[in-house]
Nanobody, 117 residues
């Protein structure tokens, strides 16, 4: 089994920054990608950012230039630095891990990010 432990969410003012962390443990051999998704009330879950074990990154359109994803393969941990936050970034942020052999996808429990003055 795979465990994903997320941290770093909270309340931040518009224009502020937050850093999320997600640490993976358990049966985590053959990881191919880790990333973050978010879901706001009444909206579908959407990609925030992802990173492969090789370091290739992918971002959702509204996050480009504001968010940066990075990873520490030795610690099986990914980080999401979020800058210039606005109210539209308010959502529950979920960590995701994809692995192969067998192919499967795992989700963390989510961490709330609220951007409000």
């Amino acid at each position: 089994q795979v465990q994903l432990v997320e941290s770093g969410g909270g309340l931040v003012q518009p224009g502020g920054s937050l850093r999320l962390s997600c640490a993976a443990s358990g049966s985590i051999s053959n990881i191919i990608r880790m990333g973050w998704y978010r879901q706001a009330p009444g909206k579908q879950r959407e990609l925030v950012a992802s990173i492969t074990r090789g370091g290739s990154t992918n971002y959702g359109d509204s996050m480009k230039g504001r968010f940066t994803i990075s990873g520490d393969n030795a610690k099986n941990t990914v980080y999401l630095q979020m800058n210039s936050l606005n109210s539209e970034d308010t959502a529950v942020y979920y960590c995701n891990l994809e692995k192969i052999l067998p192919r499967n996808s795992y989700w963390g429990q989510g961490t709330q990010v609220t951007v409000s003055s």
